[in-house]
């Protein structure tokens, strides 16, 4: 690899908004939202990095909020079985994003806001151009069948299913190792 691409994959993988603490409980909440199953989850498309990035630059005025409610949820976790939200069972990270959900958690100041905004934000992550941090390899796209940003397309395709492989506006997005 050469150093050029060591430093742009250093870039897409260093949190530039959040605290790598917090980043990973962002990368947690991610992966329990949109799970790996038998397809790739949010994990893989980087959800995390797609809000990691936005929370630099379009969206920075929710940083606060996310920074707040990332602590509280920590606190509240703490302080219901000694662990931060990262460090819980899959099981438990869901029971505890439910709570949240359903506003049952005193401990984190407009909880049922804070994962609407999480949830949001994640499936942005999961679905967006590739070139704002998120949808690595075009996962989301390819999920759901959709072919990508095209300029038209060709008579066989209208009022069908596009049958044609993902691609961005600029074509396919450039793997970095």
């Known amino acids: 690899m050469s150093k050029e691409d060591q430093e742009t994959a250093n870039a897409l993988t260093a ?3 959040l605290t790598p603490s917090e980043f990973a409980t962002v990368e ?6 949109i799970p790996t199953t038998d397809t790739p989850g949010a994990l893989e498309a980087g959800s995390a990095y797609y ?3 936005a929370l630099a630059g379009a969206y920075a005025s929710h940083l606060g909020t996310y920074k707040t409610g990332i602590a509280e949820l ?6 219901l079985v000694g662990k931060r939200f990262i460090e819980l069972s899959e099981q ?9 959900e359903a506003g049952q958690i005193e401990a984190v100041s407009d909880g049922p806001k804070l994962f609407d905004l999480l949830l949001r934000h994640v499936m942005e992550g999961f679905f967006c151009e590739p070139e704002y941090g998120g949808n690595r390899d075009l996962i989301g796209w390819k999920l759901v069948g959709f072919p990508g940003q095209r300029y038209g397309y060709d008579d066989p395709y209208i009022n069908r299913t596009v049958d044609l492989d993902p691609t961005t506006f ?3 997005p ?3 190792d």
């Open 15 to 17: 949190p530039t908004a």
């Open 74 to 79: 920590d606190s509240h976790c703490v302080g």
């Open 28 to 33: 947690a909440i991610s992966g329990r939202i």
């Open 51 to 53: 809000i990691d990035q």
């Open 174 to 176: 450039r793997k970095v």
């Open 170 to 172: 600029d074509g396919p």
């Open 92 to 100: 438990h990270k869901d029971e505890i994003l439910e709570a949240l």
